[in-house]
């Protein structure tokens, strides 16, 4: 279970009513009962329910049960689509290890605005399935020129371009032959509409960016986002 609450021996953590309704009514746990909790900074807990309620209650915080462990540090930019396919967006890309999600507005993006609040508890829910420690970011809207104006100099962009051919352009054969790098990495898709060509020229100027394929098919974009992702993670992935 994920609270926000940061967790250490004998620390009280309160409980929300959604956690006390998952708890004490979905899991029929009562008083005394033993949970598993993680603040997202300090490990997994075993904690002990001390107060059972309808609308809340508390859990005790007894020993680390295992330490802090960070995924490497990648970021996923994307530029959000339908509701629901944002929300997988991220949901995925949380199980799959990203350490940052960025939505972006691009050019071609329609997204004036996203839920953040929203796709932080998408990002919550996948950790506590996949059973890590760590719980991506999701950031701001920001639009894409403001974003790599502001690109860190040691940060490799990976922007996947529907537009190349090629196999020595592709994702997979990128991250094998760079796998020893130890670089701080990123990953950029693209919306519905693909990127104008102002974004591809302002991305072609910059060191870091790299035009990567994923092959000869134009996926949607959150296939992309899945396929990019699983390359990265089935090959620099920790
Ligand atoms: N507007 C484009 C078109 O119709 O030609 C398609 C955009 S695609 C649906 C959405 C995003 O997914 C792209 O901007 C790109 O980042 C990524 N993408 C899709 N297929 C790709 C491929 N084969 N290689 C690299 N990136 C791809």
Not at 52 to 66: D, I, N, S
Not at 181 to 190: C, F, K, S
Request: overall charge negative; some cysteine; proline content about 5%.
């Amino acid at each position: 279970l994920y609270v926000e609450h940061p967790l250490g021996a004998g620390q009280s953590i309160p409980l929300t009513r959604d956690q006390a309704h998952y708890l004490f009514g979905v899991m029929r746990l009562g008083e005394g009962a033993a949970v598993l909790v993680f603040d997202g900074r300090n490990g997994e807990w075993l904690a002990e329910v001390s107060e059972a309620g309808k609308r809340g209650g508390t859990l005790v915080c007894r020993e680390q049960t295992r330490p802090q462990q960070n995924p490497p540090d990648l970021w996923l930019l994307f530029a959000p689509i339908k509701k629901a396919r944002t929300d997988f967006i991220v949901e995925k890309a949380a199980e799959m290890g990203a350490a940052r999600i960025c939505p972006v507005q691009t050019d071609f993006t329609n997204a004036e605005r996203i839920r953040r609040d929203r796709l932080q508890a998408h990002a919550v829910e996948a950790a506590e399935q996949c059973g890590g420690t760590f719980v991506p970011e999701v950031a701001e809207l920001a639009r894409l020129d403001r974003v790599l104006a502001d690109w860190p100099a040691d940060r490799r962009l990976m922007f996947c371009d529907e537009a190349l051919s090629g196999r020595a352009s592709r994702l997979g054969a990128f991250f094998a032959d760079q796998g020893a790098r130890a670089a701080p990495w990123a990953i950029l898709i693209g919306p519905e509409g693909g990127f104008s060509e102002a974004e591809r020229a302002r991305l072609a100027a910059m060191p870091q960016a790299v035009a990567v394929s994923l092959g000869p098919r134009i996926l949607r974009a959150d296939t992309a986002a899945v396929a990019a992702l699983t390359l990265w993670q089935s090959t620099l992935g920790d």
